[in-house]
């Protein structure tokens, strides 16, 4: 079947644009994560949905950030201002439940470039 | 709060010989560990889980870790390295509520 997608997988910006990130999950999963990974570190968490809400949301790294998801499954990541230092790639993943040790499959990301 | 640390950023191996990546963590309460494999322009993939079942668990493509509380450690192995064992793997750690914490990341170079 379909895996989690991403779009775009490049987005080049220039600093204070707004930029907008999409994820779909695999079909039937209610939870979506959000990661961030900068260039020689791991995935860092920003935030996560069970549904349409946002359960957790203490990854985002200031107000700029702000993700959606209104219909349970799509969801979008929007960054207003970007500078810089938010160049990165940025992950979606989504799992069939929240329990711990569900399993959290990852779209291939969105590779960001603020210039 | 949870961390990981992985030892070494690069790991070169010839085909053929072992394979063995360092994972560390640090948690509180009992942890659900994992191992993720990242190839070139792709997502992250799920090789293997550790989730209180047994302590030496077994993924795909070979590899296999063993939980080790004693040591904080659970490192990944394989026997016999392929070169389409190259890429970068992460460990990462999940405790109490289900994201995950990543380490840095082991980049493994099979050289035939």
């Known amino acids: 079947g379909a895996g989690v997608s991403q779009t775009p997988s490049n987005k080049v910006t220039e600093k204070g644009k707004y930029v907008e990130l999409r994820c779909d999950p695999i079909?039937?999963?209610?939870?979506l994560y959000w990661y961030r990974q900068s260039l020689g570190q791991g995935p860092e968490f920003l935030i996560y949905f069970q549904g349409t809400g946002a359960a957790d949301d203490s990854g985002l790294p200031n107000d700029r950030f702000f993700a959606v998801r209104p219909e349970g499954s799509v969801s979008t990541l929007k960054i207003q201002r970007t500078e810089r230092g938010d160049s990165a790639v940025y992950l979606c993943?989504?799992?069939?439940?929240?329990?711990?040790?569900?399993?959290?499959?990852f779209g291939p990301g969105t590779r960001l470039l603020v210039l | 709060a949870q961390s990981v640390t992985q030892l070494g950023s690069h790991v070169s191996v010839s085909e053929g010989a072992l394979v063995l990546l360092r994972c560390n963590y640090s948690?509180?309460?009992?942890?659900?560990l994992f191992w993720y494999v990242q190839y070139p322009n792709q997502g992250l993939q799920l090789l293997l889980k550790?989730?209180?079942?047994?302590?030496l668990v077994k993924g795909i493509n070979g590899f296999e870790a063993e939980f080790k509380k004693s040591e904080t450690s659970f490192h990944l192995t394989k026997p016999s390295a392929h070169m389409s064992d190259a890429a970068e793997y992460f460990c990462?750690?999940?405790?109490?509520?289900?994201?995950?914490?990543f380490g840095k990341g082991t980049m493994l170079l099979v050289s035939p």
């Open positions: 550790y989730t209180s079942a047994a302590t």
């Open positions: 990462a750690v999940s405790v109490g509520y289900s994201t995950l914490t």
């Open positions: 993943a989504s799992s069939l439940g929240t329990a711990t040790q569900e399993t959290q499959y």
């Open positions: 079909s039937g999963h209610t939870a």
């Open positions: 948690s509180s309460v009992p942890p659900y």
